[in-house]
């Protein structure tokens, strides 16, 4: 696995690359509730849906060599929040000069969970909005920005009522199979040199094609291929990385494991990536 370019590098490539759409974006967005009614008190579901050309591509929270992620900036009424966006799964992407993209191809959708409060105005529907901007690339990468809306009645929430919700939360990684007592980070010598260990269960001694997304950190660099190894009860996928030299904040933030099953079917485990440093 070959060094990531650092947060400055890509900075500069995107600004000698990207241009803003002028004459109508070529991503079109749109944001879907997975119910038309909801109740003060209730939760549910809502998706920001992006349609992506052929040729072209965005980015997962961790862009890879070059690109960066979409933003989302809500614009709720009051009584109303959303949960931070979760991104579906990312596949790695070739682009040019050898280097890669981590992001997605045709579509993308982020999902976030509405809270309503349950002193929320039942007089009036719940209007939701949100400002979107992205960066898309093929040849050229270019930024764009787009306004989108929801209206939502006041009743009770419909499960179900939307099936493709089914389908986009199929979409992302599992969640919960690795837990923060699962992961394990140590930082040993050479100085600046660590290891991220997973424990995984069992039936992963059959996963083929392992590949590791890392967390979207400038300062931890994951320049080697992940290990495989046999643990007493289950298996541990480790995986090298290095820090650069530095004062850096605390990290709180997620990779992902990708692999082949037992039955050659895909599969992404999001892991939870935490660094604390000075602290026990």
Not at 125 to 151: F, H, T
Request: glycine content about 6%.
């Amino acid at each position: 696995m070959k060094p990531m370019l650092r947060a400055s590098t890509v900075t500069l490539i995107l600004l000698s690359l990207v241009s803003f759409a002028h004459a109508g974006n070529r991503v079109k967005a749109t944001l879907v509730s997975s119910t038309p009614a909801a109740l003060p008190g209730s939760t549910f579901d809502v998706a920001i849906h992006f349609t992506i050309p052929p040729g072209w591509h965005m980015y997962w929270i961790n862009p890879g060599d070059t690109g960066a992620p979409p933003k989302v900036k809500w614009n709720l009424p009051d009584g109303v929040t959303a949960t931070p966006v979760r991104f579906p799964a990312p596949r790695r992407i070739p682009v040019g000069n050898n280097l890669t993209a981590f992001g997605y191809e045709e579509e993308c959708t982020l999902l976030s969970t509405i809270s309503v409060d349950k002193n929320f105005d039942a007089d009036r529907p719940i209007d939701l909005a949100a400002n979107l901007q992205w960066v898309v690339c093929a040849d050229e990468c270019v930024m764009e920005k787009q306004d989108v809306s929801a209206r939502i009645k006041i009743g009770p929430v419909k499960p179900g009522a939307n099936d493709q919700f089914s389908i986009w939360r199929s979409q992302q990684p599992q969640r919960g199979r690795v837990s923060a007592d699962d992961v394990h980070i140590s930082l040993g010598r050479p100085a600046g040199r660590g290891e991220l260990s997973v424990t995984m269960p069992h039936d992963f001694e059959s996963a083929t094609e392992i590949e590791f997304f890392p967390p979207p950190l400038d300062f931890v660099v994951f320049d080697r291929a992940p290990n495989l190894h046999a643990i007493v009860g289950g298996m541990m996928v480790t995986q090298p990385f290095r820090i650069d030299p530095g004062q850096h904040p605390p990290a709180d933030t997620v990779a992902m494991l990708s692999y082949l099953d037992g039955k050659k079917q895909h599969q992404m485990i999001e892991v939870p990536f935490k660094v604390r440093f000075g602290q026990p």
